[in-house]
C-alpha cells in the first residue's frame, strides 16, 4: 500500500511572500500520478496542481508550482505570492492504476495579511 | 465548481438508522470514487466503480454498500449507523480509471 506523509500540520505565511508545503510517498510502483488539493473552510476539495511520474518537469499552474524528486519520493509544492485566498489545508494525494487516492493527513496554511 | 453534485449536504441520524447518499459525476465521466473523511481517519478511500460495475474497494465497512446505476449516478448506502460513522463523505469522478478526479462538495453526516 501507498503512504504520503505530509510532516507539516500547519504553517503560516505573510501576504505576498512565498510557502513550501512537503510531502514524501512510499511506494513501489513506476508509473504513478501525484496531486495537490486544497480545502478551503467550505470543506470542498479543489484540485491545485497536478505532476505525472514520468514527466521529468516539473507542474505549474499559475502561482503554484511543484518540486518532485522521483528518486527521493518527494513533492512540495510552493505558493508563491500568498494571498489571503490561499488560507486553507492542503493535501497531497498519490494515485496509480489501483484506481484510489491516498491523501496525506494534510497541512493547514494560514495568511497573515 | 467542479460539476459533481451530491444531495444532501448534511443528514443527521440516530444510531442503528440507515441512509443513502447520492452522487451524479460530470458530464462524460464513467467512474465515481466515495471517500470518507473524518477527524481520526483522514481522507479514506472506500469504493470506486465505472461504468456500472466494482472495480477497487478500500476501506468500506461491510455495513456500507454502494452501486451505479445507468444513468452513471451512484449512491452510498449506510446501514446500523454508529457514532463514528459521523463524517464528511465525498464523491469524485473521472473520465475513466487513473485521470484526475474532481469532488463534489460532500455530504455531511453526522449521526447522533
Known amino acids: 500500500a501507498q503512504t504520503v506523509t505530509q510532516s507539516q500540520p500547519e504553517m503560516s505565511v505573510q501576504e505576498a511572500e512565498t510557502v513550501t508545503l512537503s510531502c514524501t510517498y512510499d511506494?513501489?510502483?513506476?508509473?504513478?500520478?501525484l496531486f495537490w488539493y486544497k480545502q478551503p473552510p467550505s470543506r470542498q476539495m479543489i484540485l491545485v496542481i497536478r505532476q505525472e511520474a514520468y514527466k521529468q518537469q516539473n507542474a505549474t499552474e499559475n502561482r503554484f508550482s511543484v518540486n518532485f524528486q522521483k528518486a527521493a519520493k518527494s513533492f512540495s509544492l510552493k505558493i508563491s505570492d500568498s494571498q489571503l485566498g490561499d488560507a486553507a489545508m492542503y493535501f497531497c494525494a498519490f494515485g496509480s492504476n489501483d484506481y484510489k487516492l491516498s491523501f496525506g493527513a494534510g497541512t493547514t496554511v494560514t495568511v497573515r495579511a | 465548481d467542479s460539476g459533481v453534485t451530491q444531495t444532501p449536504k448534511h443528514l443527521i441520524t440516530a444510531t442503528g438508522q440507515r441512509v443513502t447518499l447520492r452522487c451524479s459525476p460530470r458530464?462524460?465521466?464513467?467512474?465515481v470514487y466515495w471517500y470518507q473523511q473524518s477527524l481520526d481517519q483522514g481522507l479514506q478511500f472506500l469504493i470506486h466503480?465505472?461504468?456500472?460495475?466494482?472495480?477497487a474497494k478500500g476501506n468500506i465497512l461491510e455495513r456500507f454498500s454502494a452501486q451505479q446505476f445507468p444513468d452513471l449516478h451512484s449512491e452510498l448506502n449506510l446501514s446500523s449507523l454508529e457514532l463514528g460513522d459521523s463524517a464528511l463523505y465525498f464523491c469524485?469522478?473521472?473520465?475513466?480509471?487513473?485521470?484526475?478526479?474532481?469532488f463534489g462538495p460532500g455530504t455531511r453526516l453526522l449521526v447522533l
Open positions: 511506494t513501489s510502483e513506476s508509473d504513478y500520478y
Open positions: 466503480y465505472y461504468n456500472g460495475e466494482e472495480r
Open positions: 458530464s462524460g465521466d464513467l467512474s
Open positions: 469524485a469522478s473521472s473520465v475513466t480509471g487513473m485521470e484526475t478526479q474532481y
